[in-house]
């Protein structure tokens, strides 16, 4: 292998931070199969096509991209010895590029606490993909690496559960999203995953990865052929979430919530919050909508914890500041006297109260055990493959629960990785 045009190790590592995506997803030109995602300790079967050349003095070498997740796609190529490996990957798939340095290979996840990180036979590379050049039987590792680990000494603000979190959310979206809208029938089973992928859209986090890409007929026609009306009340603000999601307009929903909250007195009942939600992704403004959240904060408390976490997020999207001191008691005691023996799901939707008041959810005061909340939930419920969920909630399918955790970590994340910190609501 010959090396041109040396850097230092930690230039290098520190250059390779790469921009959030924030444009339309482009297409992949991959066609070599990919492996499940698998655990950081273990080494995935994966199966590929051998690409060819036709050029003299043909050698073979290998290289393998690992994702966030742990996803490892391989492409054997043959090609002529001394050419460079950025064009001979430029042939056979899609590159993008931050400068001179690659942010992704084969729509793996840009993510701007992420870099790909090159390991020539096993030994990082001092030298960008530009000005490698190749020898037969060289492994080229490309490995998505959190630069921002607190552990590595650049002043990096993450931990491993961190950086657990941000593989749980992207093996979620490049898998079981994926499974669950290609198998959905109808908009009522997937408003979670839509809310997902609205938030981390709005936060420009990667699209080529987030999205409904593949939704299935029966899900896109339930939504074509929804009809709004006030019987179906609760079901608009569904139909809200996923049409934003696929990227489909419906002009009676706007029409519909108008009038819902012109006529808004009282928060109700469990659906006062559900029928808010919309407001703001509409650009609804109504005098009502602010009296009701702010005269809640009391009342709604009978209608249990969950309700009060879509209440505090709701706040948080009109920039209302303002909670009294019964919210604040139950934000305060929620993690706390073995409150985390009340489920996976009420615990997971703690991280939008925390998120639209603006609050660490891991900060050692809301701690049990040594444990925050987001070290809880995967001690209970994730092994560390992320492959399989525990206490009877399936990580498949259009489980209600399984989803609505996962939007619930979206949310942290988005409150975490902002530069400066502010609230953060669910609802876009």
Sequence with gaps: MKKLKFL????????????VACNNANENTNTNETTAPADNTTTPNTTSNVITTTEDENIDIVVNVYDIDGEKQTFNINCEKGSSLSEELKKVTKIQKNGS?????????IDS???????ENNVSSLVGIDDLVLDDGDVFDFKNTCWNLASLGYGGTLDDTDALVDRMIYHYAKTYLKDTIKKATSYKEVYWDAMFV?????????TNVINFDGASEELINSVKDAKVSENSDIDNAKLYFVSKALGISNSSLGEFFMNYYNKLNIYEDYKTPFLLSPAKGLNITNPNIEKVLKESSVSDTQW??????????????????KFDETITSQINTRTKDGEYTAGGTTNALSLLSFAGLNINPR?????????????????NYYDTTLDLMKCNITDTGTNYSTNQIYASFAVYKCWRDQAVKDKVSIFR
């Design 113 to 119: 606490n992420y870099y790909l990180e090159i390991f």
């Design 8 to 19: 230092s190790l930690s230039a290098l590592a520190l250059s390779f931070i790469p921009l």
């Design 363 to 379: 900060l050692e005061k809301y701690k049990i055990d040594n444990k925050d909340v987001i070290e809880y939930l995967f001690d």
């Design 198 to 206: 609205n938030l981390l859209t709005e936060y420009n986090y990667d």
């Design 101 to 109: 340095f690659v942010s992704s290979i084969a729509n793996s996840v």
């Design 304 to 321: 249990g914890t969950d309700a009060l976490n879509w209440q505090i997020s709701l706040c948080a999207s009109f920039g209302i500041d």
